[in-house]
């Protein structure tokens, strides 16, 4: 273990609860009737056992069944994509708003051909 770096190891029991326990730390844990209780306790159990808890790494190592952690992070890929592309096509279409009233075309008639309204051209052109 480094120093200031604590694995919290986090699963649901059989309860419906979700439970935090520190392996690095004997006898270190905590659990929540939420997820988010669960995780807002863990620093002060941590601060039971160790001086350094309020500047502690914690990383968490979320239990899931097997197909639930696969569609999480099928999730987070996606959604991790999604933004890139959202990102791409923003700067695409502020570069063909350029193009388009370089090439002599109102406001108006840019917005016409992409499918945007004037004002948003507008911004886009500023």
Do not use: N
């Amino acid at each position: 273990m480094t120093q200031g770096r604590y694995t919290a190891v986090i699963v649901k029991d059989e309860d419906g609860y979700w439970f935090v326990d520190f392996p690095d730390v004997p006898g270190c844990h905590t659990q929540g009737r939420t997820l988010r209780a669960a995780r807002e306790r863990m620093r002060d159990a941590l601060s039971l056992f160790v001086p350094d808890a309020d500047a502690a790494d914690i990383v968490e190592d979320l239990r899931l069944p097997g197909e639930a952690l696969g569609a999480v992070r099928r999730s987070a890929q996606l959604r991790a994509h999604a933004t890139e592309a959202q990102h791409e096509s923003q700067v695409a279409t502020r570069d063909a708003v350029r193009s388009l009233l370089e090439a002599g075309l109102t406001l108006r008639d840019a917005g016409e051909v992409l499918g945007l309204s004037y004002q948003r051209v507008h911004q886009l052109a500023s």
